[in-house]
T-cell receptor, first 112, second 115 residues
Framework: GQQLNQSPQSMFIQEGEDVSMNCTSS?????WLWYKQDPGEGPVLLIA?????ELTSNGRLTAQFGITRKDSFLNISASIPSDVGIYFC????????????FGTGTQLKVEL | EAGVTQFPSHSVIEKGQTVTLRCDPI?????LYWYRRVMGKEIKFLLH????????ESGMPNNRFLAERTGGTYSTLKVQPAELEDSGVYFC?????????????FGNGTRLTVT
């Protein structure tokens, strides 16, 4: 099946630092999504990207849809303790309806 | 608005037993999805309902898994008989529209442990 390679697998950073994570694929996606999962909860949508080259911000979060449509990155600026969690990228293939293909997740830990 | 509700939140069963997971989507959402995350791996698609019909069940692992959505409201996912590799977190999600721009709302998941 389709595979999204997400990196890094985990990050341990200091409060206030900026964070960057990305996803790449050999397949072309027409939608890229970034989710965050807190412990004991389901994934919550952070940012949705629908066009190649699109750059979208949501507060301290910024994400971009790669020009080749095969990759996306998520940046978090000035991290705070509540940013802790697992971040997942997800993509929708052309003709895939709403079926999501997820990355393996990036575990983010923030040190005070 | 109530979110997607899943029950139970945790289930521990022995290999060979049967377990039924339930999902109540957001009211009015025709689309209902089941996903699963096995420990440390990606969240994988299992199947998609549109109302009571199975739109896509290409992700169902094998015939030990049976999903239903009678009446197009809540859905159940039954695993019978359960195997060790079925352990993981089962997520349900729902959405309103039929196109990619209708966001999926996820439930908190059911953590299934098969011993």
């Amino acid at each position: 099946g389709q595979q999204l390679n997400q990196s890094p697998q985990s990050m341990f950073i200091q409060e206030g630092e900026d964070v960057s994570m990305n996803c790449t694929s050999s397949s072309i996606f027409n939608t890229w999504l970034w989710y965050k999962q807190d412990p004991g909860e389901g994934p919550v949508l952070l940012i949705a990207l629908y066009k190649a080259g699109e750059l979208t911000s949501n507060g301290r979060l910024t994400a971009q849809f790669g020009i080749t449509r095969k990759d996306s990155f998520l940046n978090i600026s000035a991290s705070i303790p509540s940013d802790v969690g697992i971040y997942f990228c997800a993509g929708i293939l052309t003709g895939g309806g709403n079926k999501l293909t997820f990355g393996t997740g990036t575990q983010l830990k923030v040190e005070l | 608005e109530a979110g997607v509700t899943q029950f139970p939140s945790h289930s521990v069963i022995e290999k060979g037993q049967t377990v039924t997971l339930r999902c109540d989507p957001i009211s009015g959402h025709d689309n209902l999805y089941w996903y699963r995350r096995v420990m440390g791996k990606e969240i994988k698609f299992l199947l998609h309902f549109v109302k009571e019909s199975k739109q896509d069940e290409s992700g169902m692992p094998n015939n030990r898994f049976l999903a239903e959505r009678t009446g197009g409201t809540y859905s159940t996912l039954k695993v019978q008989p359960a195997e060790l590799e079925d352990s993981g977190v089962y997520f349900c999600a729902s959405s309103y529209g039929q196109k990619g721009k209708s966001p999926l709302h996820f439930g908190n998941g059911t953590r299934l442990t098969v011993t």
